[in-house]
């Protein structure tokens, strides 16, 4: 049948025309679905895909013998081992949650056409030509701004209370990898502190992993020495938080709360629920329904969050700012990367224009070869860059004035 299948495909694109696999539903008793995972649950990123998966199985009455999970997949070609072996064992739909596992996924993608791949934070799906290739991402730029808000009451408190003054109101963050997703992610949470505490610079270290407590704890050491009284992470472990904690400073952490690991210091945390996603995704399947190549929402769809606050150690008020910026993120009435809010130097390669005071006019995008990929010059909508409106992967990656790289 596989055969077959993509002999099909291969008549239609020499024909010019549009592959379509006419799609038929499978029952919810016999439906298996398979997930590859970077890591395990131990870490917050793979334990909130693990989670999604979880309630995935509970709401559509799945089985524990119809969920397949890879777990510790490095971004090799044991990614694409992986995605052949759940294939073979029957999955109907595979995920991948990792950056790197793209292109080992698009192979397999290729080879089994009757089965749907998502990939989790990619962005070629669209461009592989594959009907049965997609993208998925949470828009965590909003959940990120509204933490960065968090964390820069909390600045101003401590400037207003005389603790630090106005010129100190440094944050730190440790950063994962130098790719748009995490130049986007801080940005974003930049511009949250910025929102509350105008004074607010931010120094960004890349640990070059994208889940190491060891070299996560050792980057926020090395920020809280440059002198940063808020520390910020796109990093999967709790290592930075063990580091706030014994030197008193405070974190907002990612995927998970970090109270546990700095009670007197954790804030809160930008979090994704991948679940309307996962759950969207398996059901499609199970109804023979096509679903959508990139898929990208935020807090109106519950699919970001932040985790609870510390009450004891936030701002006073905090609950409440939270609750007013959500609104605004939902109504449109607040939006992260307006333009208005921030400047960037002039291009040195004609990759985006700006106007006389330094604002965003237009900007393209790059892939990681550095080629142009997408004209995003219609990206700039109502004031704004308007992340996650063409693909579903973030886009942003442009430094931004007041952050400086370490």
């Known amino acids: ?218 980057a926020a050491e090395s920020l809280i020495a440059d002198g940063c009284y808020l520390i910020g992470q796109h990093a999967d472990t709790t290592g930075a938080s063990t580091a706030c904690e014994p030197a008193g400073r405070h974190i907002v952490g990612y995927n998970i709360s970090m109270i546990p690991t700095a009670p007197n210091y954790a804030l809160t945390s930008a979090t994704n629920n991948w679940t309307p996603y996962v759950t969207y995704a398996v059901q499609s399947v199970i109804n023979g329904e096509s679903f959508v190549t990139d898929w990208s929402r935020g807090y109106v769809d519950g699919a970001v969050a932040i985790t609870e606050l510390n009450e004891a150690v936030v701002a006073p008020g905090t609950a409440e700012k939270v609750n007013e910026v959500v609104a605004g993120l939902a109504d449109g009435s607040i939006k992260v990367f307006d333009v208005t809010t921030f400047t960037v130097p002039a291009s040195t390669d004609g990759s985006y224009q700006i106007d006389e005071n330094g604002h965003l006019t237009s900007a393209f995008s790059q892939d990681t070869n550095g080629d142009w990929v997408y004209d995003t010059a219609e990206i700039i909508v109502d004031g704004a860059y308007a992340e996650g409106s063409l693909i579903s992967a973030p886009s942003f990656n442009l430094i931004i004035d007041g952050i400086t790289l370490k």
């Open 1 to 218: 049948m596989k055969k077959i299948i993509s002999l099909v495909l291969v008549l239609c694109m020499v024909l010019g025309l549009t592959a379509v696999v006419a799609a038929e539903g499978i029952p919810a008793d016999q439906i298996k679905v398979g997930f590859i995972f970077i890591g395990d649950e131990n870490e917050g990123y793979t334990y909130s895909h693990y989670k999604a998966a979880m309630e995935m199985k509970e709401a559509l009455g799945l089985t524990d013998e119809q969920i397949l999970i890879k777990r510790n997949t490095p971004e090799t070609e044991a990614a694409y081992e992986a995605a052949v072996d759940l294939a073979e064992s029957g999955c109907n739909i595979i995920f991948s949650n990792s950056f790197g596992h793209e292109s080992y996924l698009w192979d397999a993608a290729a080879e089994y056409p009757e089965v749907q791949f998502c990939h989790a934070t990619g962005s070629q799906a669209a461009a592989s030509g594959l009907a049965n290739a997609h993208n998925y991402f949470t828009a965590i730029h909003e959940a990120r701004y509204v933490s960065g808000v968090v964390g820069g009451l909390k600045l101003q408190q401590m400037i207003d209370e005389g603790v630090i003054t106005a010129d100190q109101a440094k944050v730190g963050y440790v950063g994962a990898h130098p790719f748009a997703e995490v130049i986007s992610g801080y940005t974003a949470f930049y511009l949250g502190v910025r929102s509350q505490c105008p004074s607010a610079t931010m120094e960004v270290v890349y640990t070059g992993s994208w889940s190491d407590a060891a070299l996560e704890k050792a």
